[in-house]
């Protein structure tokens, strides 16, 4: 990845990648084809498939409408995962 990312927003690249490809093979569409949906370049897609790239907010949202699914299927199967408390932080 080109910015060093905490290990669960790794995670959850990688998890929203897998997502997305279920859904986009759901639909029977290519990369292409989603990235035209949803405005964005296919190389962008790629990389967000692959987990290389984190997904801000909004491309979720057109990815979603691309492949005619809710956000939330996108994000199917994730949760935060409290880290302990540092000593003093409470």
Request: glycine residues 10%.
């Amino acid at each position: 990845m080109g910015r060093k990312h905490e290990p669960q927003a790794e995670k959850f690249s990688l998890h929203l990648g897998r997502n997305l490809v279920e859904s986009r093979k759901r639909v029977g569409l290519s990369q292409q084809g989603v990235a035209d949906r949803a405005g964005l370049h296919r190389t962008e897609v790629s990389l967000i498939e692959r987990g290389k790239r984190l997904a801000r907010l909004d491309t979720i949202v057109k990815l979603a409408g691309a492949v005619e699914v809710e956000p939330c299927a996108l994000l199917s199967g994730m949760a935060w995962q409290l880290a302990e408390p540092k000593e003093g932080s409470r």
